[in-house]
Structure formats: C-alpha cells, structure tokens
C-alpha cells in the first residue's frame, strides 16, 4: 500500500500502487455521421480539440468519421486510456453498444445501414490536486504555490462569487465532473487553478508512477490556456488567436529537420524554442537538447508559454541608471517580469542572436535578461558584408535601443544610456520602462464590455495609439487618437520615408555614375552586374537575393556583389542601414533620432561610394 499525503492534517488517502479507475461515465461527444469537424493533426504532444474552461478537457471528442462502402473510420480526440467506441441507431431511446476498445486514437468499424450515431468514452478523470503532486514535485508545487493561479479561488471569494457556477470551472480543479470540485467545504484541496487544469487528473498517476500510460499530459497547446483567458472580459485566447504571433511557422517550414528547426524553430516554433530554453534552464550546453517532433515544430507557433512561465512568479524589478528601483506613476516599483514573463520587459544590452543547424548555438548566445520581445525581435546575426539577402525582417529591438551592428552607428546613446523609446531606466515620457509592451500591449478595459464591445488584453500586439497620448501627457484631450496618428504620420514616418528615398536616390545615382561601363556590352561590369539579365530591370546595389524595396527587378550575379565587396564596400553598408529601417517597418516610431542619424549616415556613404573601375 501507498501513502500520498494530504493538505490541511486531513487522513491520508491510501491507494494501492496498481489501482486502476475502472468507472467509466458518459465521457464523450456525439457526433452524426457526416456531421464531425475535421480532425486535428496529430503530434506527439496533445493538442486538445478544443479550448474549454478549467483547463484539459478530459473527454474523449469525436474529431472526424468518414464512411467507405463497407466502414466508416473515426478519429477522435483525449488522453485518458483506453478508449471505448459505442454506437446507438437513435437516440429515442439510446441503445449505445460496444463495438471497439483501444488505446488508438482511431478506429475503423464496420459499415452497418446508416450507421446512426456514435459516441467515444474514456475512463472518468480521478483529481486528487495539487498537495499530492507536490509529494513528488516539490520545487514546482512551491513556485505555483506563489502564483496567481494558486490563488484563483480567493479572487472569486473577494467578490463573493466564489459558489457561481459559471465562473467556477476557470478557478478550481475538475468543477462539474464526478471527483473535481464541488464546493470549499467538501473540495478545498481542488480550489485554485492547479496542477491538474494544465496536465489532467493525476489519480492514476499517483496510484501507478511506473504505469506510463497514465503519466500526465504535459503540451504548450494554447488551448489549455485559452477555455479559460477568453470571452469578452479577457479575450486573451481570441487575440492571440488573430496575432501573428499563434502562426509564425509557414506550412511544412520544419519538414527538413532538425537542422531547420535549430537556425529557425527557436523564434518562429514555439515546440523547439521549449526545447532549447529548458535545457538552458536545466544547465545544459545544448549537446543534449531533446528536439521536438516535425510535427510539434510545425504546429506551434509563439504559444502563452513561449512568453509566460505557468509554473512560477518573479519579484525583481527595473531599476535606473544609478541602480534604484524605477518606480511607476504611483510611485510603486516596476515589475521586471509582470504577468510570469519569462523575461523583462525592459533592457539595454546589445543583442544579435546569430542563428545556426547546431543546437549548442542557442545556449552560446542566449542572454536572459534580454527583454521578451528582443528575444527574437533582433538583428539575427545580420552584418552589412552579408551580400546575399537583406537583413532578416526583425530588428525592431536593435533600433529601438539604438544599438545596430557597427558600434560607430550607436549615436542614441546620452552618458551611456539610450533615449526616449528605448530607454528602460527612466520614467515617461523621458524614457519608456515598458518598451515593446507600452504600445503594443497596452490593455483597454470597457466600463461594460460585450460581445460586441470586449475588453483589450493587448495580445493581438498591435500599436495601441492611445498609448502615446497617454505617456505623452493629452490622453484626456478630445480625439487624442487621432491627433496621435497625425503626430506620428507627419512628424516621424513621412519624414523617414523621404529620407529613405534621398538614400535610394544616392545609391541608384551611384549605380548610374560610378560603376564604369555598366551598360556596355560585354564590358566587365556589364557581365559582373547585368549578366544576361534585361539591363532595365536590374538593381546594382541590391543583394543577391533581391530585397522588397525593389520586389520584381533583378539583382546584381554574385560577381557584382564581390566588386562592391572590393571596390565600393560603402554602398553595402548603405544598402544594410536602409534596409535595417525598413524592415524595422516602423518608419521611425520606435527610434525617431537614431533611425534620422543612420540613414543620414547611410545617404553620406552612397553618396561619397567610390567608382567601380572598367578593368
């Protein structure tokens, strides 16, 4: 016999070590032949059909049925073995009867008239919350202990809606099912949001460690999350859902493998970022990196858990230049890692995550106390020598900090600190503690949302235009948000793009004057920079790959790159700095003086480009 402890001096409950959960209730979803939604790809992490509150849906849902002449196939979805097929010819009355058990996910059956309808059950779920687990895991259950989801239910108890049927699901363990939560008297081990809401009921576990099959869920599937994060008080889930951020991986991007998903997986999967940043937390080099499944690369994108970390809350803050806490408008200090975040929310060290097939790069490079956009939001190695694409389209932190690549081109900084935008160490409007997050996260809360009108969570991480009325002091003025986007339009973006085009000007006119013989026949140049390209629709300075400022032209061969790596190694330097503010694609916003000074700089460069001899 085994002895699991439990909270509050209570009994303990004693289960034998090969106890199975035999009972099985009416667990499963029916489904009309015809009628099922397609089914979900599959991986080796679950990914739930669907998001629903409390957490993992212990259910076994039909997911798809397709019939053949003499079967009908179904698929379906859960975690709680094994799973037991039933059909009934109609529901008036039921006459469900058994027609196939099995650990599969799938099932083929014969083809019987018209089939009726079916219905997929799984054993019932067995919760026992989360002191038990933290028998076991210990470290973990003591981190959550300091979280707000250990907490959940003492939210609702403040607002007396602690016996409120539809907010329980979302701040207890299992409410409405047979052994979840029922009320604080009879459950109060399964009040708060545990455990078991993110990796399934844990009673078989606990009763069988060596049983695998009965070993908790663990996947970074944002639909645990989102059954509950979701609905118009906080449609964190439906923003997410609508963000770039949930689908960052293209179609079939990681089919090549591991070497794919290591120089591209740590910011476009959310499956192989887990991967490399938990064997960095563990110690690791990176020679031990466990990768993901082809599948699992694929399917995730930046998930909540790219960002959040479920298991535990941080207490350090921002702090000033001279090493203060920095302190908000209320005069309290400033979270560095709100919300679980992963990483702050706010710095100034230099990053340029250098991308690489090997695994070790990543434990190599990565710094933890880089904010959390500027994690993948980087230059990604980018030098202006590079002659074969532009930069990656991501340098949004570099700029922001004033720190590109050449260390001459650091200009934003004052007494060694960046400024305005970029600046974490003073408070607003001089500085901007929040960076990436006080614009593109900034949350709107109505006075009575709706489905209609839902509250912002600031998770579809868009500009939030209000949010420069309300660090630039006119927040309460009549049309502020439009005065913003007047502001920014006039005053930063159109000037960056004139500026943009006086430095294309430059290097088209350079092209032009100084690549001697470019357009004769046969000359040097001509073979090196046209080739048998059409010579009006050629681009002279661009990159091999050629760059979206001039999308359906034609770049130089790779010869013409190596003359102006010889002879006008200015012009690629011009080329990067232009190309690091466009890619920036905010035109100026997010470092109005540092985007000025670079391509000013990059304008002076083309401008002053040496001639490319005949030879």
């Known amino acids: 016999?085994?002895?699991?402890?439990?909270?509050?001096?209570?009994?303990?409950?004693?289960l034998p070590p090969s106890a199975k959960i035999a009972w099985r209730g009416v667990f499963g979803v029916l489904a009309a032949l015809g009628l099922a939604s397609a089914a979900d790809d599959t991986s080796s992490m679950f990914k739930p059909a669907r998001a629903v509150p409390g957490g993992l849906d212990p259910h076994a849902t039909i997911t798809s049925i397709a019939k053949t002449q003499d079967t009908a196939a179904i698929t379906w979805s859960g975690f709680l073995k094994?799973?037991?097929?039933?059909?009934?010819?109609?529901?008036?009355?039921?006459?469900?009867?058994?027609?196939?058990s099995t650990t599969d996910t799938q099932g083929t059956v014969p083809a019987q008239g018209d089939m009726g309808l079916f219905r997929v059950q799984s054993p019932a779920p067995l919760y026992v919350g989360a002191y038990i687990c933290g028998g076991c895991h210990d470290g973990t259950h003591d981190q959550w202990a300091n979280t707000i989801h250990a907490r959940a239910f003492e939210t609702l108890k403040a607002i007396r809606q602690d016996k409120n049927a539809s907010c329980l699901p979302c701040h207890t363990v299992g409410y409405g099912l047979p052994t979840g939560f029922k009320d604080e008297v009879a459950d109060p081990m399964l009040a708060g949001v545990q455990c078991e809401n993110c990796h399934g009921p844990g009673g078989r576990h606990v009763a069988d460690p060596d049983d695998l099959s009965a070993r908790p869920i663990v996947?970074?599937?944002?639909?645990?999350?989102?059954?509950c994060h979701t609905d118009f008080h906080h449609p964190t889930f439906d923003e997410w859902l609508d963000a770039g951020h949930s689908h960052v991986s293209e179609e079939g991007m990681f089919n090549s493998g591991v070497g794919r998903m290591y120089q591209c997986g740590v910011c476009h999967s959310g499956a192989v970022r887990r991967g490399v940043v938990r064997d960095y937390d563990e110690g690791g080099d990176g020679s031990s990196v466990a990768p993901p499944t082809i599948t699992d690369a694929n399917t995730y994108g930046?998930?909540?858990?790219?960002c959040h970390d479920p298991h535990q809350s941080f207490t350090n803050v921002l702090l000033t230049a001279s090493g203060e806490?920095?302190?908000?408008?209320?005069?309290?200090?400033?979270?560095?890692?709100?919300h679980q975040l992963r990483n702050p929310i706010g710095s100034v060290k230099f990053m340029s995550f250098l991308t690489s097939t090997n695994p070790m790069n990543f434990a190599a490079q990565y710094d933890p106390d880089i904010q959390m956009c500027g994690q993948c939001h980087n230059e990604r190695g980018a030098a202006w020598n590079g002659t074969g694409r532009p930069p990656h389209h991501s340098p949004q932190y570099n700029i922001l900090i004033g720190q590109?690549?050449?260390?001459?081109?650091?200009t934003n900084h004052w007494n060694g600190l960046p400024a305005g935008h970029g600046d974490p160490t003073a408070a607003r409007p001089d500085g901007n503690p929040y960076q990436c997050t006080a614009c593109h996260n900034r949350a709107e809360e109505e006075e009575s949302p709706t489905p209609a009108n839902p509250n912002y969570t600031g998770h579809r991480f868009e500009v939030q235009l209000l949010a420069c009325a309300e660090c630039h002091g006119f927040l309460d003025e009549p049309n502020a948000e439009e005065f913003a986007e007047e502001v920014k339009r006039l005053f930063i973006q159109e000037p960056t793009v004139e500026r943009m085009e006086a430095v294309i000007a430059a290097l088209n006119n350079w092209a032009t004057n100084k690549i001697t013989d470019l357009y004769v026949p046969g000359s040097t140049n001509y073979v090196t920079f046209?080739?048998?390209n059409n010579p009006a629709l050629v681009v002279p300075w661009e990159f091999s790959t050629i760059g979206q400022l001039n999308a359906g032209k034609k770049s130089p061969p790779t010869a013409g790159q190596n003359r102006m790596l010889k002879f006008a190694p200015e012009i690629l330097q011009a080329r990067f700095l232009?190309?690091?503010?466009?890619?920036?694609?905010?035109?100026?916003?997010?470092?109005?003086?540092?985007?000025?000074s670079i391509l000013d700089k990059a304008q002076g460069l083309a401008e002053n480009a040496p001639v490319i001899p005949a030879e």
């Open 1 to 14: 016999m085994q002895r699991v402890k439990t909270p509050g001096g209570a009994p303990p409950a004693i």
């Open 82 to 100: 094994p799973f037991t097929v039933e059909r009934t010819p109609s529901l008036t009355p039921p006459l469900w009867e058994t027609i196939l």
């Open 219 to 227: 996947t970074i599937a944002a639909e645990t999350c989102g059954g």
């Open 302 to 306: 930046q998930v909540c858990t790219t």
């Open 325 to 338: 806490p920095l302190l908000d408008e209320l005069g309290k200090p400033i979270e560095a890692k709100p």
């Open 404 to 410: 590109v690549v050449d260390p001459s081109l650091d």
């Open 530 to 532: 046209i080739g048998t």
């Open 578 to 596: 232009l190309y690091m503010v466009e890619h920036d694609a905010s035109y100026g916003v997010h470092n109005p003086s540092y985007v000025r």
